[in-house]
């Protein structure tokens, strides 16, 4: 049974993603063909999803359907830097079909309100950032012990890759209260065992 708009939910998993890897073999995408500088030694933003600690996440909790103008109270600048739709050109009418399908799987579960929900995620990535570290291994490797560590260590981040090696992106856990995630915690083992980075050494794609 459903939950009351995922009111049980008690944590967040923050997903970075790494537009350079995503992009891969995409040679149809508008953002992908022309990247924002920004995207090309950062991590953005896949989701911000709400978690159970306990294990497993809620998704699809309300029918509140997406409202296109949030993203643009939120900052326009900020969402399609942070949290960009590269498979679309920002002039496109389908630019927001990748926000609409986190809210609608995700959002709606988290107990905020869509602009809440949003500016909380972008709040985040600013907080969080890209480690150093891996904005200098771009177009070269570095060690997934050191990304690991950069994110707090081995059980505070679940790192993603293609194929073993190449970094696509990160897992990292929130506490949250009321809906706003707060401290970065130790992820459950259902997220740390969704780390896909087997590689010791590990491939930092550029454009």
Request: overall charge negative.
């Amino acid at each position: 049974s459903k939950p009351v708009n995922g009111t049980d939910m008690d944590m967040f998993v923050f997903a970075y993603t790494y537009q350079p890897e995503f992009c891969y073999g995409k040679n149809d995408y508008y953002g992908c063909e022309n990247p924002e500088e920004y995207w090309g030694t950062h991590f953005t933003v896949h989701g911000l999803w709400p978690q159970y600690s306990s294990g497993g996440y809620p998704s699809y909790c309300t029918d509140e359907p997406f409202d296109p103008n949030v993203p643009k109270e939120v900052g326009w600048e900020d969402m399609t830097t942070y949290w960009p739709d590269t498979q679309y050109a920002e002039t496109d009418p389908d630019y927001d079909e990748f926000w609409e399908h986190e809210w609608t799987k995700h959002g709606t579960c988290s107990t905020l309100s869509q602009y809440d929900y949003f500016s909380s995620a972008i709040a985040l990535i600013k907080k969080l950032g890209t480690p150093t570290d891996f904005t200098a291994a771009v177009g070269s490797s570095m060690e997934a012990e050191t990304l690991r560590k950069d994110f707090g260590g081995d059980s505070f981040a679940s790192l993603q890759c293609d194929s073993s090696k190449y970094v696509s992106g990160v897992f990292t856990c929130w506490a949250q209260e009321n809906g706003v995630p707060t401290t970065q915690i130790q992820c459950p083992s259902d997220v740390q065992g969704e780390d896909t980075c087997s590689a010791s050494s590990v491939e930092v794609a550029s454009f």
